[in-house]
């Protein structure tokens, strides 16, 4: 996976976690600065599209963290 795009994915998922209070601003200002610096880097690209590319890529990055390992426990 692109940095760039892990380094969006974990700050949003900060943002998740975190709903509410001081420390939820801190993080949502994080986040809003990677999106940022990401659409600087890529101008052709529409604030809207990459937070949709964000959602998508999210939901994925999630399932993908969840999954437990198909290998059997040692007996």
Do not use: T
């Given at each position: 996976?692109?940095?760039?795009l892990e380094a969006i994915l974990r ?17 949502a200002a994080i986040f809003q600065s ?14 809207q599209t990459l937070q949709r590319m ?22």
């Open positions: 996976m692109n940095q760039e700050a949003y998922d900060a943002v998740q976690e975190k709903s509410s209070g001081e420390q939820a601003d801190d993080l990677r999106i940022d610096d990401f659409l600087a880097k890529h101008p052709s690209l529409s604030a964000v959602d998508i890529a999210y939901r994925r990055w999630v399932c993908a963290q969840s999954k437990h390992s198909s290998m059997p426990p040692k007996a």
